[in-house]
């Protein structure tokens, strides 16, 4: 894996630096979900994106969307951004910031299963 420039390193660091509630209270439980291999990191750069979470090993992400992502530009950039990653093989799953405020439990729930999916996908056949 080619090492960070520095500009991307810094970027990655400033992103770490300015989460959200959303996203640090996200943070704080994805370490708890009980599956071996489900190693979630938060910002790393993958291509020229910098997911909120992710694991490379399940090639899974996380996104934490806010109230700006709902506007007709930003959803286009979501769209492209997401088409990327799963041309990279990664799976994109994106929460709104509410549903992390109000609905954590389900929003784990939802990780969990996709956590356990991406796991069948590692599996090598016998």
């Known amino acids: 894996m080619p090492k960070l420039d520095r500009f991307k390193l810094q970027s990655a660091q400033r992103l770490r630096a300015a989460m959200t509630d959303e996203e640090r209270i996200l943070w704080r439980h994805l370490w708890r979900i009980p599956v071996e291999g489900a190693h979630f990191r938060k910002q790393a750069s993958v291509g020229i994106y910098f997911p909120d979470f992710m694991s490379h090993?399940?090639?899974l992400i996380i996104e934490?969307?806010?109230?700006?992502?709902?506007?007709?530009?930003?959803?286009r950039r979501d769209e492209v951004r997401t088409k990327w990653f799963e041309t990279q093989g990664y799976r994109v799953i994106r929460f709104w910031n509410h549903e992390v405020k109000n609905e954590l439990?389900?929003?784990?729930?939802?990780?969990?299963?996709?956590?356990?999916?991406?796991?069948?996908?590692?599996?090598?056949?016998?």
């Not at 439990?105 to 016998?126: G, M, N, W």
């Open 105 to 126: 439990d389900s929003v784990l729930d939802t990780i969990y299963a996709a956590v356990e999916e991406r796991k069948l996908h590692l599996r090598p056949e016998r």
């Open 64 to 75: 934490v969307d806010g109230a700006h992502h709902s506007f007709d530009g930003q959803q």
């Open 57 to 59: 090993r399940l090639k």
